[in-house]
C-alpha cells in the first residue's frame, strides 16, 4: 500500500510504502494513485491515551449511558475514533468498586481479544482511579464512596484482570501511601500520573521524585477556588519530570491557559488527550434518565447546569484548537499527538514517527483555516481504518 502526503515534519511531498504493517519506505515526490495527495498533511498516526468511551461504547459499565449499550457499542467507538483521525488509544476505567473494575477491565480484555483490529489500535490500558482526592473539585465526577487510598494487592488484582494491559495509572499523591505505591508502579513498568488531586506542593514534588511522570489533564478535575501560590497547579508546571496531558476541546480549558501550559511545558513535555466519554458524538438531547445533556456544540453538561459531565470532543478539534491558541508548530502539535504519548508509554522505538521500520500507524489530514481536522484517511497497523 502506498499514501501520498506532505510530511507534517518539513512539508515537503512525499509517498510513503506500508507493508507488512510497518513504514517500508518514504519517497520524495507524490503518487497520483496512492490515498492522500500533495494538499493533505501526512503525520504519524493520533495517540489519544484517555479515552472513556464514545459514541454510546462506555468502557465505564454505562457510567454515561445505558448500561445494556455499554459494551456492544465497543466496535462503534474504535470506528468514530478513526474518523476522527486517532488511530491508537487507551481505553480508561475510572474510579469503581474493587469488582466493578475488575469487570469492567475484564469486559475490555475480552473485546480486545476478539477483535484483531481493535488489539492494534490499543497499545494498553488507562486505570484513572479509584486512588484518587475524596473531596469536591478534584474528585470531578468520579463517585465519591469509591475514592480510597492505594492497595498494591488490589491493583495486582486489577492488572490481572486487564491481562496484564494496564500501562497507565492516574492517582492522587496526597493519599496514604501514595508515594510508595508510585514507587511499585514505576518498577512494574507502569506509567504513574498525577490527577484528581488536591496535593500540597511538597507532596506533588515528592510524587515526582518517586518517580510520576505525568500530570492527568491539567487543570481540570481540580477546585474551582485556589490559593494564588503555592498551589498544585503551579507545582505541576514547574516540575520538569512531569509531562502534562491537557484537553484543549475549547470547552475544558480556556485558550490562554491552553497557551500558558504549551509555553511552560513545551512540545516535549505535553500530550493532548480527548477524555472523551460515552455521551460524544451522540446526538443533542437528555440522557441517563435526564442526568446528563448533550448540547448541539456536543457540549456534555449535567442537564440544566452549565457544568462539564465529560468530553464530547476528539483529537480533530483538540490538534487545530492547540494550533491555534498557542505558539506550536503544526509538526509540534502533532508530536503532542504521537511521539510523545508513544515516548511516555515506552513506544518510542516503532511508533509516533514517520519512519522505515516504525508501525504503519498514519493519519492524513486537511487543516482548514476554522473547526476540526478534515481527516482523510486513519491506518492502524498497516490496515485502513477510515478512508473519506
Not at 136 to 150: I, N, Q, S, T, V
Not at 195 to 204: F, K, L, N
Not at 263 to 269: Q, S
Not at 361 to 369: A, G, H, K, S, Y
Request: with cysteine; hydrophobic share 45%; net charge negative.
Amino acid at each position: 500500500m502506498k499514501l501520498c502526503g506532505k510530511n507534517v515534519l518539513n512539508g515537503e511531498v512525499v509517498t510513503l510504502t506500508v507493508a507488512e504493517g510497518r513504514i517500508a519506505g518514504l519517497q520524495p515526490g507524490g503518487d497520483g494513485s496512492a490515498p492522500g495527495g500533495p494538499d493533505v498533511w501526512l503525520a504519524p498516526g493520533f495517540f489519544d491515551i484517555q479515552v472513556n468511551g464514545y459514541a454510546g461504547g462506555d468502557f465505564n459499565g454505562g457510567m454515561w449511558i445505558d448500561k445494556a449499550q455499554a459494551a456492544e457499542a465497543f466496535p462503534n467507538i474504535i470506528d468514530k475514533l478513526a474518523v476522527a483521525g486517532t488511530a491508537l488509544f487507551c481505553p480508561t476505567v475510572i474510579t469503581a468498586s474493587k469488582e466493578a473494575i475488575i469487570e469492567r477491565l475484564k469486559a475490555v480484555v475480552a473485546w480486545l481479544d476478539s477483535d484483531a483490529r481493535a488489539a492494534r489500535a490499543v497499545p494498553g490500558l488507562h486505570l484513572e482511579g479509584p486512588y484518587i482526592a475524596s473531596e469536591d473539585g478534584p474528585r470531578g465526577a468520579h463517585p465519591l464512596e469509591d475514592a480510597r487510598d492505594p492497595d498494591w494487592d488490589e491493583f495486582c488484582r486489577f492488572q490481572e484482570a486487564a491481562a496484564g494491559r494496564l500501562r497507565l495509572c492516574t492517582l492522587a499523591p496526597e493519599r496514604e501511601g501514595a508515594l510508595a505505591f508510585i514507587e511499585k508502579l514505576v518498577e512494574a513498568g507502569i506509567v504513574a500520573a498525577i490527577g484528581h488531586t488536591g496535593a500540597r506542593p511538597e507532596v506533588i514534588r515528592d510524587a515526582a521524585r518517586a518517580g510520576a511522570s505525568l500530570s492527568t489533564h491539567l487543570g481540570n478535575g481540580a477546585h474551582q477556588l485556589l490559593p494564588r501560590h503555592p498551589n498544585y497547579i503551579w507545582e505541576q508546571l514547574a516540575q520538569d519530570a512531569l509531562t502534562a496531558s491537557i484537553i484543549a476541546d475549547g470547552h475544558h480549558l480556556p485558550a490562554s491557559v491552553v497557551k500558558v501550559i504549551a509555553r511552560v511545558k513545551g512540545p516535549e513535555r505535553l500530550i493532548l488527550v480527548s477524555d472523551a466519554v460515552a455521551l460524544g458524538g451522540l446526538a443533542p438531547g437528555l440522557y441517563a434518565e435526564g442526568r446528563y445533556e448533550v448540547l448541539e456544540s456536543g457540549r456534555v453538561n449535567l442537564a440544566g447546569t452549565p457544568y462539564l459531565a465529560g468530553a464530547g470532543h476528539l483529537l480533530d478539534t483538540c490538534v487545530p484548537n492547540a494550533l491555534r491558541s498557542t505558539d506550536l508548530t503544526l509538526a509540534e502539535v502533532v508530536g503532542c499527538v504521537s511521539a510523545i504519548p508513544a515516548r511516555l508509554l515506552g513506544l518510542q522505538t516503532r511508533k509516533g514517527a514517520l519512519q522505515t521500520g516504525y508501525d504503519a500507524d498514519l493519519t492524513l489530514f486537511r487543516l482548514p483555516e476554522e473547526g476540526p481536522l478534515e481527516i482523510v484517511a486513519t491506518v492502524c497497523g498497516g490496515e485502513i481504518t477510515y478512508q473519506a
